[in-house]
């Protein structure tokens, strides 16, 4: 079984930083990759981003050039480092990863959420 935990979220002005971090645990055999969606109130689900196991890095335009996501491997870890923070980046962010466990193929797992508030 895979568990992803976030952490790191909170509340922050308008262009102040946070960064997210997120572990998978449980039995892991590889991970393709990780990455983090986010969902704002009355709002549907968004992809912000994610890394894949080559290490390519892929961007939301919206958030382009604020954020910068990043991968541990050897802790099964992303971090999402959130820059220039806007209130319309208030949102319950969700890690997500593709994972191959020892007993299964590839599979997609999400996290619990973490609330991240960007108000003055």
């Known amino acids: 079984q895979v568990q992803l935990v976030e952490s790191g979220g909170g509340l ?3 262009g102040g930083s946070l960064r997210l971090s997120c ?3 449980g039995s892991i055999f590889s991970i393709s990759s990780m990455g983090w969606h986010r969902q704002a109130p009355g709002k549907q689900r968004e992809w912000v981003a994610y890394v894949t196991s080559d290490g390519s890095m892929h961007y939301e335009d ?3 050039g604020r954020f910068t996501i ?4 050897a802790k099964n870890t992303v971090y999402l480092q959130m820059n220039s923070l806007k209130p319309e980046d208030t949102a319950v962010y ?3 990863a593709q994972i191959a466990t020892v007993y299964s193929g590839r599979n997609d797992y999400w996290g619990q959420g973490t609330q991240v508030t960007v108000s003055s």
């Open 62 to 64: 919206s958030v382009k």
């Open 23 to 25: 572990a998978a645990s």
């Open 70 to 73: 990043s991968r541990d491997n």
């Open 12 to 14: 922050v002005q308008p």
């Open 94 to 96: 969700y890690c997500t």
